[in-house]
């Protein structure tokens, strides 16, 4: 079992900056592939990054490259994800999850434990 605690949203104009934690409790996380989703107002959850639990292998949704960068810190069992020159469309609540092993995927069914979420608003 993990448990996942998301901490780090807020809010911030456009072109800022915010860095999110995703801080877990719990044995055996550094061997779990992390995620980062986001979910909007009337929209369905999509995939923004993974990581997996070595750290040596990385994802991004087209949306985001260039711009987040994910990272984890096995020792803190904390994933990170830095968010650099947000845009309106960003605004969102930030989810992260963990699935054992594996790649970093996008698939939202492929994660087994979620977090509660922390919102990103990025105004104009």
């Known amino acids: 079992q993990v448990q996942l605690v998301e901490s780090g949203g807020g809010s911030v104009q456009a072109g800022g900056s915010l860095r999110l934690s995703c801080s877990a409790s719990?044995?055996?996380?550094?061997?779990?592939?992390t995620g980062w989703f986001r979910q909007a107002p009337g929209k369905e959850r999509e995939f923004v990054a993974a990581?997996?639990?070595?750290?040596?292998?990385?994802n991004y949704a087209d949306s985001v490259k260039g711009r987040f960068t994910i990272s984890r810190d096995n020792a803190k069992n904390t994933v990170y994800l830095q968010l650099n020159s947000l845009k309106p469309e960003d605004t969102a609540v930030y989810y992260c999850?963990?699935?054992?092993?594996?790649?970093?995927?996008?698939?939202?069914?492929?994660?087994?434990?979620w977090g509660q979420g922390t919102q990103v608003t990025v105004s104009s």
């Open positions: 999850a963990v699935r054992p092993n594996g790649a970093p995927v996008s698939g939202a069914r492929q994660y087994d434990y």
């Open positions: 990581i997996r639990w070595s750290g040596g292998s990385t």
């Open positions: 719990g044995r055996s996380f550094s061997t779990y592939t």
